[in-house]
C-alpha cells in the first residue's frame, strides 16, 4: 500500500416533501467526513453544512436557494468553502426565461479565492 489510511464518513439530513407552512420545501443537511493518512499530515477533517429552499409560486415561477458550508481543519492549512446561490425560473409554452446568482469564497491558509456569478438566460424552443 502506498499511502494507508482510515476514513468515516457521516451525513445527516432533514427534508419537508410536502410545502411547510405553503411557503416551499426545506432541506437541511451536516456532514463530517475524516481521513487518517498513516504517514503524512495532510489529513481530512471536513465538518459540512448545507440549507436548501425550494418552492412552485403561481404562474409557473420557480425558486431555489442553497447555502452551503465546508471546514476542513484535518491538514497543515486550515481550508473553508462558503457557497451562496439564488435561482429564479418563468416557464411558459416554449418560452424558459431563468437567472442564477451565485458567490463563493473559498480560503485555504491565507489564500483567499471569491467568485462570484450573476446570469440571465432567455430562451425559446422552436
Same mark, same amino acid.
Given at each position: 500500500?502506498?499511502?494507508?489510511?482510515?476514513?468515516?464518513?457521516?451525513?445527516?439530513?432533514?427534508?419537508?416533501?410536502?410545502? /411547510? /407552512?405553503?411557503?416551499?420545501? /426545506?432541506?437541511?443537511?451536516?456532514?463530517?467526513?475524516?481521513?487518517?493518512?498513516?504517514?503524512?499530515?495532510?489529513?481530512?477533517?471536513?465538518?459540512?453544512?448545507?440549507?436548501?429552499?425550494?418552492?412552485?409560486?403561481?404562474?409557473?415561477?420557480?425558486?431555489?436557494?442553497?447555502?452551503?458550508?465546508?471546514?476542513?481543519?484535518?491538514g497543515?492549512?486550515?481550508?473553508?468553502?462558503?457557497?451562496?446561490?439564488? +435561482?429564479?425560473?418563468w416557464?411558459?409554452? +416554449?418560452?424558459?426565461?431563468?437567472?442564477? &446568482?451565485?458567490?463563493? &469564497?473559498?480560503?485555504?491558509?491565507?489564500?483567499?479565492?471569491?467568485?462570484a456569478?450573476?446570469?440571465?438566460?432567455?430562451?425559446?424552443? /422552436?
Amino acid at each position: 500500500t502506498i499511502a494507508p489510511y482510515r476514513r468515516e464518513a457521516l451525513e445527516l439530513y432533514a427534508q419537508a416533501e410536502e410545502p /411547510f /407552512f405553503g411557503l416551499g420545501n /426545506f432541506r437541511v443537511s451536516a456532514r463530517r467526513s475524516r481521513v487518517d493518512y498513516q504517514n503524512a499530515t495532510q489529513n481530512v477533517d471536513l465538518r459540512g453544512y448545507d440549507l436548501r429552499y425550494w418552492a412552485r409560486l403561481r404562474l409557473g415561477v420557480e425558486l431555489s436557494a442553497n447555502v452551503s458550508q465546508e471546514i476542513d481543519t484535518g491538514g497543515v492549512a486550515p481550508r473553508r468553502r462558503m457557497i451562496e446561490s439564488a +435561482k429564479a425560473q418563468w416557464r411558459y409554452r +416554449k418560452l424558459n426565461l431563468s437567472f442564477d &446568482l451565485g458567490r463563493t &469564497l473559498e480560503t485555504q491558509g491565507e489564500s483567499t479565492r471569491p467568485r462570484a456569478l450573476a446570469q440571465f438566460v432567455a430562451r425559446r424552443d /422552436f
